[in-house]
């Protein structure tokens, strides 16, 4: 009797169904019906090297042939030890072991952990509390649900307890009164004021991600933020977190965002998604060794699941870290990711419905409006990201966009394409892209809906 898949359990009331996965190649996913599709989002955010790499699927091959597993805390494997060196010596000084597990929200389930645990070890009982931004995103699980507050927290409120939180510096919808530099120095008085009201000696961390992905559509801040959040964490004692889930791995044009702002380094790091390539469940965060001598000379770290440090995992993770060094592939985010900017702003006039282009490297959003003047969102019953991801399709664009927190932080898609993208795929994207928004606007405005 055949049973019920996967997307039963997530699919969102009057979404679109999903596509029946035919296969994958390079940049490109092909359905049951022989479509091809440009995997505008890599997956999401995940596929950083495209589809089908052949040495990353050789790596799989041989170290499956090998060994697969090994239980972490009765095997150690070659393919762990290598992997983490050639994962710290990418990430730079400072970052000097890896814990590897499966995924995103455990590496920072996990990292959360380790530094309430460094907290013990360095006798600083009384620190917990995690500060946490909105919007932000941190994963599914309930310890990060309740630093972030996204994608069902209000659904699992009775069993979060609520962490303090801060405005993140946003770019394009600013509160009034402020402009850029202004909103973002408010964000950092508000770290302030939430460090001393809620006691600095009882804040463990500070969490955030250095360019927002999930949750906000691809914003950063200025250079002037992160410098001065990290002479905020470090005059009170508290670590400095940076989610890289998204951001690292070389999706913004250096290995780690963090390297884009030399002087704000953080204590630790959060990977996932891209040191995988979406070829395995891949995460890991990364610490010093000051951080680590302290906890294994006091009481351990003994927080991991089964498939720590997966010696198969670690494989492919190696392979796919490689491949993207050897091939300068951070390089290739920068330089073509500016071109899909430039692109899509030249184009803005003429695209009623692009209010804004916003992006680093190939971690990228546009954000759709009804008027980008006034910056007037489209109407709340209006499905528009289900309606864009529709119209994606019959250009050959597989899309992903959220309308996050029920639209307080507004309508945007994300353009994070693969980053062996070339500047001929960037074209074909953009083009795309704006026969999708002009469909769209063409239909809302024969329906008379399209308003100011």
């Known amino acids: 009797m055949p049973t019920a898949g996967m997307q039963a359990f997530w699919q969102a009331p009057g979404s679109a169904s999903a596509l029946r996965l035919a ?35 050789a790596a799989m091959r041989e170290q499956a042939a090998r060994a697969a597993f090994a239980y ?23 970052f000097d072991h890896a814990f590897v597990v499966s995924g995103g929200s455990e590496a920072v389930e996990k990292c959360l952990q380790f530094a ?28 990060a649900l309740e630093v972030a507050g996204d994608m069902g927290s209000g659904v699992m409120a009775p069993y979060l307890h609520d962490m303090p939180r801060v405005p993140a510096p946003l770019t394009y919808r600013l509160p009034d009164g402020h402009d850029v530099v202004s909103f973002a120095r408010h964000c950092l008085a508000e770290l302030e004021t939430t460090i ?27 250079a002037f933020y ?28 250096r290995f780690l965002a963090a390297h884009h702002w030399p002087d704000a380094r953080p204590d630790l790091v959060v990977l996932a998604k891209g040191i995988g390539g979406g070829y395995w469940p891949l995460g890991a965060f990364l610490a010093p060794a000051v951080m680590v001598e302290a906890v294994a000379s006091g009481p351990g770290f003994h927080y991991g699941h089964t498939h720590k440090g997966s010696p198969l995992g670690c494989a492919v993770g190696l392979a796919v870290l490689e491949e993207t060094l050897d091939r300068d592939l ?4 920068e ?33 759709i409006v009804a008027d980008p003047v006034t910056k007037t969102m489209l109407p709340r019953e209006f499905p528009v990201i289900e309606d864009l991801k529709a119209l994606a399709l019959t250009e050959g664009l597989l899309i992903y966009g959220r309308r996050s927190y029920a639209g307080r932080y507004g309508d945007w898609l994300m353009m994070t394409p693969p980053l062996i993208a070339t500047e001929s795929d960037i074209d074909a994207l953009v083009d795309g892209v704006a026969r999708t ?16």
């Open 335 to 367: 330089r073509v990711g500016a071109r899909l900017r430039d692109r899509l702003r030249a184009l803005q006039p003429t695209l009623p419905l692009l209010g804004d282009v916003r992006g680093i490297g190939l971690l990228n959003a546009i954000e």
């Open 330 to 333: 951070p390089a290739n985010a």
């Open 72 to 94: 972490p805390s009765q095997l150690e494997s070659e393919a762990n030890l290598r992997f983490t060196a050639r994962l710290c010596a990418a990430a730079g000084p400072g």
């Open 116 to 143: 309430r645990v460094h907290a013990l070890a360095t006798k600083q009982p009384g620190r917990w509390k995690i500060i946490g931004r909105l919007p932000a995103y941190h994963g599914s699980t309930l310890g």
């Open 226 to 253: 992160y410098d001065e959040v990290r002479r905020i964490c470090s005059r009170h004692g508290i670590l400095l977190i940076y989610d890289e889930i998204i951001t690292g791995a070389g999706r913004t044009g």
């Open 196 to 222: 001393a009201r809620e006691g600095a000696d009882t804040v463990l961390a500070f969490l955030l991600e250095p360019v927002i992905g999930l949750s906000g559509g691809a914003v950063s801040a200025p």
């Open 23 to 57: 296969r994958a190649e390079g940049i490109y996913v092909w359905d049951d019906h022989g479509r091809r599709y440009f995997d505008v989002t890599s997956g999401p955010v995940a596929v950083n090297l495209g589809h089908g790499n052949p040495r990353v699927l």
């Open 437 to 452: 928004l002009r469909t769209y606007a063409d239909r809302l405005a024969r329906e008379g809906r399209l308003r100011g």
